[in-house]
């Protein structure tokens, strides 16, 4: 495994590092990388941007929206937030596991003296409360994983900024946003700062993984191909809030694998466009499952006879084929 040293704080910049690096880096290597972002929403790769984000207060506060390219909910980024990226060879073990990507950050509080624990479908918290999210993206043979680490991160923004539907706090049995969340360095019984805390999980991810600590240097090339991608995709309006055209049908549940919003066009009985939304924790793109369904008679037994030619989990995450028939 290499270590890429990435001292960008561009959103846009750092998304867009996320895709050359599991898509087009030399897949013969493993990647392990950090990145702070300055103030951002970063949305969900299935996620319609105006109904989660106050577009007001965003820009009013000069915060950055943009979109990434794994599934699950949006979540908010500042300069006390470490975000961790492993790109590595896809093995089925490795589907929705948190585990296999996150020991070394439990290990690592460790050594401090705070308990974490792994919780629910993607969380890592603390007594409790959630310090950290995960999603994962597959390509090829290639799967990403990333993950956020509140480590000093302003919570009065977060909750500003996202909008969080009613019944997903009702679901989690609590009051608030804030309530939900906490950062890790409250928890600590010495004052340690966010770059001493990334060196230690650098050292311990190494560790865990069983290599030695070594660099990979983005070369030129790679650097114009990541800007490339970065001023032709993630910084633009259409791949950050352009993915919600109007439907004339629209059905929604919340599921224990997370919200799924289906807005479809329908004539003469016939799906002639579809689209997704929700924070479920889609590995694969979603728009391969969307053509498959056009076409498709708007009729239960259709629709589940076209789903069953694919691997439901890896677009839906834990939601069953029984829970998504219930939208048709």
């Not at 915060?63 to 896809?90: C, E, K, P, Q, W």
Request: glycine letters at 6%; a negative charge.
């Amino acid at each position: 495994m290499l270590y890429i040293r990435n001292d960008s704080n561009d959103p846009y910049f750092n998304m867009a590092l996320d895709e050359y690096v599991v898509k087009l880096l030399d897949p013969s290597n493993d990647y392990f990388y950090f990145y702070q972002n300055k103030p951002a929403v970063i949305i969900g790769r299935n996620q319609n941007t105006i109904e989660e984000v106050d577009s007001e207060y965003v820009k009013n506060h000069d915060i950055t929206v943009v979109r990434r390219m794994s599934g699950g909910g949006a979540v908010y980024h500042d300069l006390g937030n470490i975000n961790f990226t492993f790109v590595v060879d896809y093995q089925k073990e490795d589907f929705n596991s948190i585990e296999r990507f996150a020991k070394a950050i439990i290990k690592a509080l460790g050594k401090f003296g705070v308990y974490a624990e792994f919780s629910g479908r993607n969380d890592i918290t603390i007594e409790g409360k959630k310090f950290s999210g995960n999603a994962q993206y597959v390509t090829k043979k290639r799967i990403l994983h990333h993950g956020t680490l509140l480590f000093d991160s302003d919570l009065t923004v977060l909750t500003k900024a996202l909008h969080v539907k009613p019944e997903k706090i009702k679901s989690k049995g609590i009051k608030s946003v804030k309530s939900r969340v906490t950062n890790v360095k409250d928890y600590l019984k010495t004052d340690v700062t966010v770059r001493e805390f990334k060196e230690l999980l650098l050292k311990y991810v190494f560790e865990v993984e069983g290599n030695e600590l070594r660099e990979y240097q983005l070369t030129p090339e790679d650097m114009a191909n990541i800007m490339r991608l970065r001023n032709e995709k993630y910084s633009t309006w259409d791949w950050n809030y352009g993915n919600a055209p109007e439907f004339d049908l629209m059905r929604s549940c919340r599921f224990d694998g997370g919200e799924v919003q289906v807005h479809m066009n329908v004539r003469e009985g016939i799906i002639t466009d579809i689209k997704f939304f929700g924070d479920f924790m889609s590995m694969r793109d979603i728009t391969e499952v969307e053509e498959i369904l056009k076409g498709q008679k708007f009729r239960q037994q259709d629709v589940r006879d076209a789903l069953l030619q694919i691997d439901l989990k890896e677009y839906f995450g834990s939601i069953s084929l029984k829970d998504i028939l219930s939208l048709f």
